[in-house]
């Protein structure tokens, strides 16, 4: 029943900004905790950001805080992860994922997830 959909990603120069969209259907998107994650080549995937299923509350990671902001809207069942000041070292693939048990912060054990989006930070 849940699908996910991400989409947003692309080429942007050292500095510049993106959003990503995750499109989340089944279900009103308040119904789930959505995190965002990211995988660079050669490595696991890791955790980004998250906002829990009401919005009160969400979590960053050290290395994009103050850069990047998870937000959502609830008439689009859309969440997004605005990114801001992107360097090179965010050069990944970028996944969101849902989970309706756990509340935000929580990255142990998502329900569903999409098939991520291509984030390249180049010159």
């Known amino acids: 029943q849940l699908q996910l959909e991400e989409s947003g990603g692309g080429l942007v120069q050292p500095g510049g900004s993106l959003r990503l969209s995750c499109l989340v259907s089944?279900?009103?998107?308040?119904?789930?905790?959505v995190g965002w994650f990211r995988q660079f080549p050669g490595k696991e995937r890791e955790p980004v950001s998250c906002?829990?299923?009401?919005?009160?509350?969400?979590h960053y990671i050290d290395s994009v805080k103050g850069r990047f902001t998870i937000s959502k809207d609830r008439s689009k069942n859309t969440v997004y992860l605005h990114m801001n000041s992107l360097s090179v070292e965010d050069t990944a693939v970028y996944f969101c994922?849902?989970?309706?048990?756990?509340?935000?912060?929580?990255?142990?054990?998502?329900?569903?997830w999409g098939k991520g989006t291509l984030v390249t930070v180049s010159s």
């Open positions: 906002i829990s299923s009401d919005g009160g509350s969400t």
């Open positions: 089944g279900k009103p998107v308040d119904y789930w905790n």
């Open positions: 994922a849902a989970d309706s048990l756990h509340r935000c912060p929580y990255y142990n054990e998502m329900e569903g």
